[in-house]
C-alpha cells in the first residue's frame, strides 16, 4: 500500500465544504499578486507627485511652496515609473508558476502599460514647450492619469476584477473633473480622490482575496 | 440521499487537489511544485493521487521543457471541472438536507 491511504479517508460533508473553500482560497492567494502591490504604489506616486504639483503650480497661478518649475513633474514621473515597476513586477512573478492563457494576457496587458506611456511621452513631451508650465504640467497629468483609469477599466475587464473597474471609473471621473477645473485644483484632486481611490481599492481587494470569495 | 458522491473526488487528498485547481482560470495551467507548494504535499503523496485524477480523466498533466529544466503543468480537465461542480452541488445539498451528518 502507498502513503496517500490515510488521506483517503472521506470527508463528511461539513468538512468537504470547509476543505473546498479553505483550498480555493488558499490556491487563489497564491496565484494572484497581492492586490495592495498594483494599486498603492500608484496611490503613493500620486499622492507625493501630485502633492508637489499642486505646491508648486497651486490654483490661480500662486506658488504655495517655492520649488524649480521641472521638479513637481519630474518626481510624479520618476515616482510613477517605479509604481509601474513594481506593479509590473509583482504581477509577472505570480504569473511565473502559471502557463497558458493568463501568462498571454497578463504580458500583452504589461506590454500596454508601456507602449501608452511611451506615446503619452512623445506626444506630450512635442508640445510641452509651447504651453506655460502650468498647462504643460496639467497636460502631462492629464493624459497619464486618464491613460492609468482606462488601464484599470480594461484589466477589470481583462481578469473580472469588480474592484478594479470601479478604481477606473473613479479615477477616470475625478481626472476629467480636475482638468475641467483647471490647473492647481486637478493636482489637489488627484492627490487626495484619485490616491484615496487606489488605497481602498487595494485594501477592499486584499481583503476579498483573504477571504477567497 | 440520492446519489453517492463521486468517489474519485470524495477523499481528502484529491478532494484538496481538485479545489485547488478549481481556482485557477479555465485555459491556465498550474507547475507542479506550485501546486506541491499550496497543497503541502509530498511530491511522491501528490503524484499518486494526480495519477488517480489522470485516470478518470479529472485532470490533465503536461509535461514540458523550460530551457534544459522538465516541467510538469497540471489543470482540471472540462470534464474535471464539471465532476467538481456536481461534487460541491452534492455536498451542498446534503448539508441543505435532512441529514446533518452527511458521511459518505
Known amino acids: ?213 | 440521499m440520492t446519489e453517492p458522491l463521486d468517489p474519485v473526488i470524495h477523499a481528502q487528498a484529491r478532494l484538496r487537489v481538485v479545489a485547488a485547481l478549481s481556482a485557477l482560470p479555465e485555459g491556465d495551467l498550474l507547475t507542479f511544485p506550485r501546486l506541491q507548494e499550496i497543497l503541502a504535499m509530498t511530491a511522491g503523496n501528490l503524484s499518486v493521487h494526480l495519477r488517480k485524477l489522470e485516470d478518470a480523466g479529472y485532470v490533465e498533466i503536461t509535461k514540458t521543457h523550460h530551457g534544459r529544466t522538465p516541467a510538469t503543468l497540471i489543470r482540471l480537465s472540462r470534464r474535471g471541472r464539471l465532476a467538481f461542480d456536481d461534487y460541491t452541488a452534492a455536498v451542498r445539498s446534503l448539508l441543505d438536507g435532512a441529514d446533518p451528518t452527511g458521511s459518505t
Not at chain 1, 135 to 152: D, I, K, Q, R
Request: neutral net charge; aromatic residues 10%; contains cysteine.
Open chain 1, 1 to 213: 500500500m502507498n502513503d496517500s491511504d490515510v488521506d483517503d479517508r472521506p470527508p463528511s460533508a461539513a468538512e468537504a465544504q470547509d476543505l473546498i473553500r479553505e483550498q480555493r482560497a488558499l490556491a487563489s492567494r497564491s496565484i494572484s499578486p497581492d492586490p495592495r502591490t498594483l494599486y498603492w504604489p500608484w496611490s503613493i506616486a500620486w499622492l507625493v507627485g501630485f502633492g508637489c504639483l499642486y505646491l508648486r503650480f497651486g490654483p490661480d497661478d500662486q506658488v504655495l511652496v517655492p520649488m524649480p518649475e521641472w521638479l513637481p513633474l519630474t518626481v510624479l514621473y520618476v515616482m510613477m515609473a517605479a509604481a509601474l515597476v513594481i506593479s509590473g513586477v509583482s504581477g509577472a512573478r505570480h504569473a511565473r508558476h502559471i502557463k497558458g492563457d493568463s501568462q498571454v494576457k497578463g504580458a500583452t496587458y504589461g506590454f500596454a502599460w508601456f507602449l501608452g506611456f511611451a506615446g503619452i511621452g512623445v506626444s506630450a513631451g512635442r508640445v510641452s514647450d509651447l504651453l506655460p508650465p502650468a498647462e504643460t504640467g496639467l497636460l502631462w497629468a492629464g493624459l497619464s492619469v486618464a491613460f492609468v483609469a482606462a488601464m484599470y477599466l480594461a484589466g477589470g475587464a481583462l481578469w473580472g476584477e469588480r474592484d478594479m473597474v470601479i478604481l477606473g471609473v473613479w479615477v477616470g471621473v475625478v481626472n476629467v473633473v480636475g482638468v475641467l477645473v483647471g490647473p492647481g485644483w486637478h493636482s489637489l484632486i488627484i492627490a487626495t480622490a484619485g490616491a484615496a481611490g487606489g488605497l481602498v481599492a487595494g485594501y477592499v481587494a486584499a481583503r476579498r482575496l483573504n477571504r477567497g470569495s
